[in-house]
Each structure stands twice: as C-alpha cells, then as structure tokens.
C-alpha cells in the first residue's frame, strides 16, 4: 500500500510498504480522510520535541486525525465491527498501569501515540492497524470530512468543559487556529458569548465570517471581565498574558503548545485564586464531538482550506498554499484521491 513517510527534516516521500495485518486486539481500517495538524508540520521540520526525547525518530509515518472502514478484525474483536465507518483515539495506553486502570490512558508513561509517539504508524496511509479498544463508530450524519475532524474537535471540546462555562460567561479564546476556532464553536454551542484574540489583521475577515464578531487583536481587546481565558496558541508569551487576563476565581484552560517554553508566574495563580486546566488529547471527549456534529450544534468543515492527495501532502507541510484554496486553517487528505498513476 502506499503511505506517506517522513525520512528527515524536510524530508518527506509517498512510498510503498506493507499493508498492516490485524493483531489480537486490534482492526485494520482502509483509511479514507486524513487531517494533517500542527504536529503533523513540527516532524516534518524537525522541531516536534518528541524527536529531541527520544519518544519519536525518522523514519516515521504520521496521521493521528483519520476517519476510515473496518476491513479486517484480528482475534478477540468482535465481528460487528466490520464494514463500520469508524475514527478513534490517538493515545494508546499500556492497558494494565494505574493511568490506564483509572481511564487516564492518554497519559500512560508507557502509551504509543498513532502516528507521533512510539513508533506506531499513523494514519496517512491507505490503511492503518488500531487497537480496537480505541474506536468510536461514525454515524451517518457526521460526513468523512467531519470524521475526519473528531480528533480536534475532541481536544476543543475537552477545553471548552474544562472552563466550567455558563450561558451567558465571556470567554476569550487565544489563537484563532483550527483548536481555537473549534474551542469557540462549542462555546458557543455552550452559551457563551465568543471573543477571539488574534494576532493578526489578516485573519479577521474570516473568523467574521464564521459568525465571530467579536475577534480582536491585542491592540483592539476591550477590557472585559473574562469568565474563563482558553490559549489555544503557539505562542509562548500567551500562557502568562492569558493568567493575566482572566477574572479573578475563573479560569485559564492551556491546550495549546509553544515551540519553546512558556514562563507563568504561579503566584499570580494563588493570588488570583485562579483554576489552570491542562488538556493533552481528546481521550474522554470523542463521542460528545461526534455528537455535536451529528446534530449540528457544531460543524467543523468550513475550516478545511483544501483537501489534498496523499502525494500532495509535502507540500502542504512545506507552507505551500495554492490561491485556490479556502482561508481555513485546516488540510485534509483524501485517499481516493490517489489511483494507480500515484504509485511511486
């Protein structure tokens, strides 16, 4: 089959390999969506950390945002799940540690990540081997593109009920990315009324269009009472500005992640008497995005730019964007795009 692999910083091919087989425990999903994340870039240019600790290494193939088909069950999976429409979870846990135990999986010690940590190949292939314990069925009403965005939308989701909102809270959003812009759809989902902070004039024409009037920059941002602040960005001075910001007794949500450090004074912290939540993964909040998309609370796809071939996944991790293409901040790739003229 053909998968996309990452050889090197910057380098990058679609390759042929072996088609994974179904190990006990586990199904093989022809894969038919793929997204492709920010962590998704970081390998590709050598600044993901986990390259750094030792948790990752070249050559590796990556996709951790898929939806796909059952095609195949190894022994102890049920049948039933043949032929189903499925996405699952990205964090796969040792299964038997106190993490695991107590469904904290998605911070084993021990876990492997699909298509980040651990050697685990991921889901940028036109099949990938899962675990069957991680999967979640797709309805009908939620659409590939939309399966295919599950595992964002459940890291938002995880954000949006980790600030404890109430109809009615203003809540400011840091990074209108694909998380910050998915955090603000459950917000608003949820109730709240919506800001967005972002860093950028250019952006703002299309998060309005997203129905957001209230996005800003930081030298437009009204001073409003913040129920709640969630940094859903890259940027390693936004942690602290985001403390800063929020009502004293609310509380700060961190779901994004700097490339270096990010320095927070924790005396402001207890001074404030402040609530910080930490989110890693969508572990524990997949079914309520699949929810929320099948019934139309939230729908994720106007921030898909483009959906791509496999073969034209490299440049899209390069920064290559066409004038053709949509403003989202979102990339998928759609393995019927591919046919027998693709093969490398």
Request: glycine share 12%; with cysteine; net charge negative.
């Amino acid at each position: 089959m053909r998968a996309f692999v990452i050889t090197g910083p910057r380098q990058a091919e679609v390759r042929e390999v072996e088609r994974p087989l179904a190990a006990p425990g586990e199904v093989v999903v022809d894969v038919g969506r793929a997204g492709v994340c920010g962590t998704d870039v970081e390998f590709f240019t050598g600044e993901m950390q986990y390259l750094h600790e030792g948790f990752a290494e070249y050559p590796m193939r990556i996709g951790h945002e898929w939806m796909g088909t059952v095609s195949a069950v190894g022994a102890g999976v049920e049948s039933r799940w043949l032929g189903l429409r499925v996405t699952g979870d990205t964090m796969l846990g040792c299964g038997v540690c106190e993490r695991c135990q107590s469904g904290r999986q998605h911070v084993c010690e021990f876990r492997t990540e699909l298509g980040i940590r651990g050697g685990r190949p991921g889901a940028l292939a036109e099949q990938v081997a899962v675990p069957a314990s991680a999967l979640v069925e797709l309805p009908d009403a939620v659409d590939d593109a939309m399966g295919a965005m599950v595992e964002p939308g459940g890291n938002s989701w995880r954000a949006v009920a980790g600030a404890g909102l109430k109809p009615g809270d203003k809540v400011l959003i840091l990074g209108p990315g694909t998380i910050g812009l998915l955090c603000a759809m459950f917000a608003r989902a949820a109730g709240a009324q919506v800001h967005l902070l972002a860093a950028a004039d250019e952006v703002l024409p299309f998060v309005r269009s997203l129905g957001f009037e209230n996005v800003w920059t930081a030298a437009t941002l009204p001073a409003l009472a913040w129920a709640a602040v969630i940094d859903a960005s890259n940027a390693a001075e936004l942690p602290a500005r985001a403390l800063e910001l929020v009502e004293p007794g609310k509380r700060v949500v961190y779901i994004g992640l700097a490339g270096s450090p990010s320095l927070v004074d924790t005396r402001l912290i207890a001074l404030k008497d402040v609530t910080a939540v930490g989110v890693l993964s969508a572990s524990g909040g997949l079914r309520q995005t699949i929810a929320a998309y099948a019934s139309g609370e939230v729908d994720p796809r106007p921030l898909i730019a483009a959906t791509v071939p496999l073969q034209g996944l490299a440049a899209v991790l390069a920064g290559e964007r066409s004038a053709d293409h949509a403003a989202g901040p979102k990339y998928q790739v759609a393995m019927a795009m591919l046919d027998n003229a693709d093969r490398p």
